[in-house]
């Protein structure tokens, strides 16, 4: 069974508590369900929350492809 990397983000705010687990496969996912909380009245989550979230998540896919195509600088050839 192949490993896979779980990405996890997760807003405390008050007594709330909003954690996103996120795969590679499910970034897409995960920043529609950002909005889809953003959009609801009965939560605090504000959009405000689902821009700063949904940076979070880009800045995850962008540091996973950095490792995946590029060897660290202090390993040899």
Known sequence: MAARDINVIALVKGSERYVFLFDDNSRTETLKMLG???ANP????????????????R???KKAARGRLAPPADRAA
């Open 59 to 61: 800045q995850c896919s």
């Open 36 to 38: 889809r909380y953003a």
């Open 42 to 57: 009965e939560l605090s989550f504000s959009w405000y929350d689902a821009a700063v979230l949904g940076q979070k998540v």
